[in-house]
């Protein structure tokens, strides 16, 4: 699951290098804070503005046991209800920085009081905090600016509040209070007559301790709901990860409201799209409302949104942080929380971006007094703490003081345990394990924090969306009935059958389609990481076969016959090219096997998957006579033989570790296949779809002669062959007796793998095997021939003890007889360069000047696992770029240097040194950056320094390539990787990648063609540079560790032109 993750990004000019801030006195000045109030929310705070180099000291008035003497938190008792007092307190101790709290305070102008007196204050006005300082104002302001929301009325008469309650279209069950109040003064009723009872206890009965004159009855509304908080500076706003609070006091929602008893973020259930909908409408409306009606608001807005099944509605607007929201978002940021408050203040904030804990997620969980919220017991001691800490969470405290060296409870709401994780479920073990370790006497906590979560996480698979609580924007099902074949369009045998039009079912007839008495079978798989490479290739109109393959084959296992097949796409982006090629390859397979297609569903899921990848499941349903079922297991004998029938080559099996082997090796995804003539590279060798054996087999499979089937698939040759086997039998297998696919060979050099690692993580050239009769063998072999390669392979024998159940003979030896010349000849080469493969990454600045750059492909290769490089920052000339988003959601800093801002050429790359010196960087890639950077610069980073060229030749690679590529279709064009060098006379190229001239291309399509072979190529030169592989000689010219194998592929592309 992935975190929510807005840019960060900080502005660098000349004249603030160091500081960001227009008033940098103020800056300096700002080293003492004041927080005022008493809770969890004041703790975490203080704690997050302790962190700061720039704040000397954090005083927290009146502040909890656990502000009190910690570190540079320390409490004060100042009367912070006088703001006169308040503001000579802040004068005389210089508190350059107040943080207000509780809403009450800032409905008393507390901002206002102390801005007017020249203290600086984080916040907003009282009129401007009205929006969540008074309720019925708030609804108002609601209606007036057609802002969705609940229905609501107003009411002084206890009477007529309860006729309009028992009156009402709606479920009027929602009383509260119209003034400023807690939550637990909310009351959400069960029925009309609670709520009746409620409204008159609240204008009659005064059961809130003081005079209220008006009771607001509102809708109840139902749906998922969540908190979004954003800073506001006036004029800009940034977003905040969104955080979904549980208020009710006990499991199951059940008991009275509360502000909250446990709280976490991100929320899964609220997807990327939705979210970015939201902002940009709702969120941007209100705050453009609130500019219309004179409210300068500057500090924190907090909006409570509600997903019903009409929409996204607003449920309320507080202006402060709220209690759980403030705990759990403060941990998830990764910027200087006082100098995100002083942006607000200046109104900067759109030369600030924020930066979120990537792929984390903080959980935060309330531990309260029994009796909670009206009665609980104060002065229990609070144990457990030190060992609670020591698991390295963080405890707020709340309702807390000091006595007598001890910590005791002070109310009802007592301290809050916060984790964060990678994960939800790992944040609420961690959460949990430290609750457990406290202890006070009548301790009590909520034991399903994120139950709401979870059971969407828990969901996430399932094809059918509709019975979760995710809301219905998320949910994309996209099916073109139109482009998929019927049912029936191809099995016109199987009368019985109905397609799968989009949610209805899809029946099938095995009656109409000639069964008797038929077993069903059933097979669910996904791809792998096949999957990820055929999208890092940009090749997806194979894989689809590759899922029915591995589904059908199975199915074959058991002699069935496949009938129907159905499959799953969920992807971070609907592409729709993309989802209609792996619906075309889909098609087509079912039509290779004999099987119908009755429908898919897609479901574009953000929150799960990154724009550009997907996930694909898919299932068969088979059908098998009962008495033809296999494996027959009790017919295997001794001397039984064994028929191999070849595969295409790796089909799904062992692709993490194709993917280790890759990053590794000296050639990537797209070189040319090692030894070959053609045009076909790498990466399409390996995507090779797997072969379906369905309509060749089946008929064998039915003749009765064959005792079993197996798919080799999980486990290699050795583990498919073992599974199948009685254990009284072994079977041995000769590998000179089949052909082995040079692939095979290849990754066992590259992998340096034994001949017993290939067979348990590959088909090795065998994609099934038939156990037949010795007698009928030779006959069943000429029928497979007729169609695929097969061969007679090996033999069953009677297993010995201490003997392997399978024995693979002269695999080894196969394997290097069945070498290409291209590996036989770079085995026996020395290497030009003995550099030793990295053992740690290799930093990395990435430098951009506009969109259309290849930075998502270089983040997006370096987040391999075996990748040699990581980029530490990405650098700009330009603000407000969209690739600055994209870095920051990975978790990348960024840095804006504007070159209008300097006067030469030197002082401006003298910035941008700096920078790359601050953050340890080795190798520089300039990624769209155009810039033209100074020969000190150049010589400096000699050697370190990667670009691109839209051209496979330098005399273009100034002008317009595209365009001198067109007059000519017999052309190729494509891109050039090199080393940038002082002398531009030089050419240091590390790879180039051609794309094809079709004579329908224009400077457009041939333009876009040209980026994305950027995007394949620049990353794997990326990689190639950082592991060593290759590196610019003291001549200007770029040496491979693997030279000789320039030559000798130049010898064999010769040979193949010759030939």
């Known amino acids: 699951m ?157 009477q007529e509040a309860c006729t309009f309650i028992t009156s009402a279209d709606f479920p009027a069950l929602v009383v509260k209070p119209s003034g400023l109040g807690p939550t637990k003064e909310v009351v959400i009723a069960s029925s009309r007559e609670e709520a009746c009872k409620a409204a008159q206890e609240i204008l009659q009965d005064n059961i809130f301790g003081d005079i209220r004159e008006t009771v607001i009855i509102e809708e109840l509304l139902k749906g998922e709901e969540f908190t979004y908080l954003c800073f506001v500076d006036g004029v800009t706003f940034a977003p905040m990860p969104p955080v979904q609070v549980q208020k009710r006091l006990l499991d199951g929602d059940q008991g009275p409201s509360t502000i909250g008893m446990g709280a976490y973020g991100p929320v899964p259930q609220i997807s990327q799209v939705l979210l970015e909908k939201i902002t940009s409408t709702l969120v941007q409306h209100i705050l453009d409302c609130m500019k219309q009606e004179g409210m300068s608001y500057a500090g924190v807005l907090q909006i409570e949104f509600i997903l019903t099944k009409d929409g996204v509605k607003v449920l309320n607007c507080s202006c402060h942080f709220g209690e759980l929201q403030c705990q759990v978002v403060l941990q998830l940021l990764r910027n200087d929380l006082y100098e995100v408050m002083q942006a607000t203040i200046n109104g900067t904030l759109c030369d600030f971006t924020l930066a979120w804990s990537d792929n984390c997620t903080a959980v935060s969980i309330v531990m309260a007094s029994d009796g909670c919220p009206e009665h609980y017991n104060k002065g229990k001691e609070i144990t457990g703490l030190l060992q609670a800490k020591e698991r390295g969470l963080e405890i707020f405290h709340g309702a807390t003081i000091t006595q007598d060296d001890k910590v005791v409870t002070n109310g009802n709401r007592v301290l809050t345990v916060t984790a964060v994780k990678k994960d939800l479920m790992s944040a609420l073990e961690e959460a949990y394990n430290g609750l457990a370790a406290i202890y006070f006497h009548g301790a009590t906590y909520r034991k399903d924090v994120g139950y709401q979560a979870m059971r969407f996480l828990g969901h996430f698979m399932s094809p059918s969306y509709e019975d979760r609580i995710a809301d219905s924007i998320a949910c994309h099902v996209l099916l073109h009935s139109s482009k998929l074949p019927a049912a029936n369009g191809f099995k016109s045998e199987i009368a019985g059958s109905r397609g799968h039009q989009g949610r209805f079912p899809a029946a099938f007839d095995l009656r109409a389609s000639g069964y008797c008495d038929p077993i069903l079978v059933s097979q669910t798989k996904g791809i792998g990481t096949k999957l990820k490479i055929a999208q890092l290739c940009n090749k997806h109109n194979m894989i689809g076969q590759d899922l029915v393959a591995m589904c059908v084959n199975d199915i074959l296992v058991h002699g069935a016959e496949p009938l129907f097949f159905l499959d799953y796409f969920a992807c971070g982006k609907l592409d729709v090219g993309i989802a209609q090629a792996i619906t075309d390859g889909i098609a087509e397979a079912c039509k290779l096997a004999g099987c119908a297609l009755l429908g898919r569903e897609t479901n574009e899921m953000p929150n799960m998957c990154s724009p550009g990848e997907y996930n694909l499941i898919g299932f068969a349903v088979g059908a098998v006579e009962r008495g033809r079922k296999l494996p027959q297991q009790e017919r295997i004998v001794d001397g039984d033989i064994l028929i191999g029938i070849a595969s295409s080559g790796l089909h799904s099996q062992g692709f993490s570790l194709v993917r280790k082997i890759l990053l590794t090796s000296s050639l990537h995804y797209f070189s040319p296949v090692p030894g070959a003539c053609g045009a076909q590279t790498l990466g399409e060798q390996l995507l090779t779809p797997a072969k379906i054996y369905s309509k060749v087999l089946l008929p064998v499979l039915r003749s009765g002669n064959v005792k079993a089937y197996i798919h080799i698939a999980e486990g290699g040759i050795l583990g498919s062959l073992s599974q199948i086997l009685p254990e009284q039998f072994s079977v041995v297998l000769d590998a000179h007796n089949w052909k082995i696919p040079e692939v095979f060979s290849w990754l066992q050099e590259e992998g340096s793998l034994s001949g017993g690692e290939m067979a348990q993580m590959f088909n090795c050239g065998i994609g099934a095997v038939l156990v037949v009769e010795k007698e009928v063998a030779g006959r069943i072999l000429t029928d497979v021939q007729k169609y695929e390669d097969a061969w007679l392979i090996g033999k069953v024998i009677r297993h010995l003890a201490g003997s392997p159940l399978v024995e693979i003979k002269n695999l080894h030896e196969a394997l290097l007889q069945n070498k290409s010349p291209f590996l036989q000849n770079v085995s026996e080469v ?182 994305e072979a950027e995007n394949r190529v620049f990353p794997i030169a990326l990689q190639l540079v950082a592991s060593g592989m290759v590196q610019l000689g003291a001549d200007g010219k770029t040496y491979w560790k693997r030279e000789s194998w320039k030559s000798i592929h130049r010898k064999e592309s010769q040979h193949c032109s010759s030939s």
């Open 2 to 158: 992935s975190c929510y993750v807005f840019p960060r990004m900080l502005y660098i000019n000349p004249l603030t290098f160091i500081c960001c801030s227009a008033n940098s006195k103020q800056s300096q000045m700002a080293d003492r804070v004041l927080v005022i109030g008493s809770g969890g929310r004041e703790h975490a705070l203080a704690w997050k503005l302790a962190t700061s180099p720039q704040v000397k000291q954090v005083l927290v008035a009146p502040g909890n046991a656990g502000t009190a003497a910690n570190g540079k938190i320390s409490n004060s008792a100042v009367l912070t209800s006088n703001h006169t007092i308040l503001v000579q307190f802040c004068k005389d101790h210089n508190i350059g920085l107040v943080v207000a709290g509780p809403e009450a305070l800032l409905a008393a102008g507390i901002v206002d009081d102390l801005v007017a007196a020249g203290v600086r204050c984080f916040g907003p006005t009282a009129k401007a905090a009205q929006l969540g300082t008074n309720r019925s104002f708030g609804n108002v302001f609601l209606d007036q600016h057609g802002i969705p929301a609940a229905r609501w009325n107003t009411f002084t008469n206890p």
């Open 830 to 1011: 020395d290497c030009l360069i003995q550099t030793p493969r990295a053992k740690r990454k290799v930093n990395v600045a990435v430098l951009i000047s506009g969109a259309g750059t290849s930075l998502a492909a270089l983040i997006t290769y370096v987040k391999e696992p075996a990748s040699c490089a990581q980029v530490v920052v990405v650098i700009t000339n330009r603000s407000g770029m969209e690739e600055l988003k994209n870095a920051t959601r990975a978790g990348i800093p960024t840095r804006v240097i504007d070159h209008k801002l300097y006067g030469s050429r030197s002082e401006y790359d003298g910035t941008i040194d700096r920078v790359l010196e601050e953050f340890s960087v080795e190798l520089i890639c300039l990624a769209g950056f155009m810039r033209v950077l100074s020969n000190n610069f150049l010589k400096k980073w000699n050697g370190k320094i990667l670009s691109t060229y839209p051209s496979l030749s330098p005399l273009t690679k100034g002008g317009n390539a595209h365009k001198q590529a067109l007059p000519s279709p017999e052309k190729v064009a494509g891109c050039t990787v090199h080393f940038v060098l002082e002398d531009t006379n030089l050419e240091a190229v590390i790879l180039q990648e051609p794309v094809s001239i079709k004579i329908e291309d224009t400077e457009e399509t041939l333009s876009e063609k040209v980026k």
